[in-house]
């Protein structure tokens, strides 16, 4: 569905979302933090729009892509200001993914795509959770339950993305932490938000999917 202009409409829709939550963000996490001052979230978010519709082949898709884009862009930000990824916003993207996934399988006979989604999020659910026991310091709660959400999404578009963005995303964080020591910002012992390093590494997840499904196509 990616033309210039459904892409132009869901980034200002995203983006204009994410604008009107701002205020509503702040109190959620009782921070003034720069990082929720600074736009970013709205910036993020618009530009997830236009992954959402690069990603959608049809509007249940693409409803459910841009409610996860929203989503994700104000997530990055409050995990950046206060280590925290709130029940409120990651809870409801279960429902709207598979309400959404479900409709697009309805609407496609795409059924195994659905049970690949449910499995995918089921997997990553207890991939993060088994590791968050084992280091509760570097993983909390938040970020397994985000995990099942960006896991249905990768797993609808296909295993392959599931392997990528997983892994993509310690890659990602490894990177932030080796920069943040060096530069002597952080200790050892110093808590790193990995929620932005899970959503980027989706990002890249989906981006490595439509690459290599562009490759076999051709």
């Given at each position: 569905?990616?033309?210039p202009?459904?892409?132009?409409?869901?980034?200002?829709?995203?983006?204009?979302?994410?604008a009107?939550?701002?205020?509503w963000m702040?109190?959620?996490?009782?921070?003034?933090?720069?990082w929720?001052?600074?736009?970013?979230?709205?910036l993020?978010s618009?530009a997830?729009g236009?992954?959402?519709?690069?990603l959608?082949?049809n509007?249940?898709?693409l409803?459910?892509?841009?409610?996860?884009a929203v989503?994700c862009?104000?997530l990055?930000a409050i995990?950046?200001?206060?280590?925290?990824?709130p029940?409120?916003?990651?809870g409801?993207l279960?429902p709207?993914l598979?309400?959404?996934?479900?409709?697009?399988?309805w609407?496609?006979d795409?059924?195994?795509?659905?049970?690949?989604a449910?499995a995918?999020?089921?997997?990553?659910l207890?991939?993060?959770?088994?590791?968050?026991?084992?280091?509760?310091?570097?993983?909390?709660?938040?970020?397994?339950?985000?995990?099942?959400?960006?896991?249905a999404?990768?797993?609808?578009l296909?295993?392959p993305?599931?392997l990528a963005?997983?892994?993509?995303a310690?890659?990602?964080?490894a990177?932030?932490a080796?920069?943040?020591l060096?530069?002597?910002?952080v200790?050892?012992k110093?808590?790193?938000?990995f929620?932005?390093a899970?959503?980027?590494g989706?990002v890249?997840?989906?981006a490595?999917w439509?690459a290599r499904?562009?490759?076999?196509a051709?």
């Amino acid at each position: 569905m990616l033309t210039p202009v459904t892409a132009l409409i869901c980034a200002l829709l995203c983006g204009g979302t994410a604008a009107a939550l701002t205020r509503w963000m702040r109190r959620l996490v009782e921070s003034d933090s720069r990082w929720l001052r600074s736009g970013l979230h709205v910036l993020l978010s618009a530009a997830g729009g236009v992954g959402a519709t690069a990603l959608a082949t049809n509007w249940a898709e693409l409803v459910a892509f841009a409610a996860l884009a929203v989503a994700c862009g104000l997530l990055i930000a409050i995990d950046l200001a206060v280590f925290r990824l709130p029940d409120v916003i990651v809870g409801p993207l279960y429902p709207i993914l598979f309400a959404g996934l479900a409709v697009s399988a309805w609407l496609t006979d795409d059924w195994a795509g659905l049970g690949r989604a449910a499995a995918a999020a089921i997997t990553l659910l207890g991939f993060y959770f088994v590791l968050a026991l084992i280091n509760p310091s570097g993983l909390g709660l938040g970020d397994v339950k985000l995990s099942g959400a960006l896991g249905a999404l990768l797993g609808w578009l296909g295993w392959p993305a599931v392997l990528a963005g997983t892994l993509a995303a310690f890659a990602l964080n490894a990177v932030v932490a080796l920069v943040l020591l060096a530069s002597r910002r952080v200790t050892a012992k110093s808590g790193i938000a990995f929620g932005p390093a899970m959503i980027l590494g989706a990002v890249l997840g989906a981006a490595y999917w439509v690459a290599r499904s562009t490759a076999l196509a051709g």
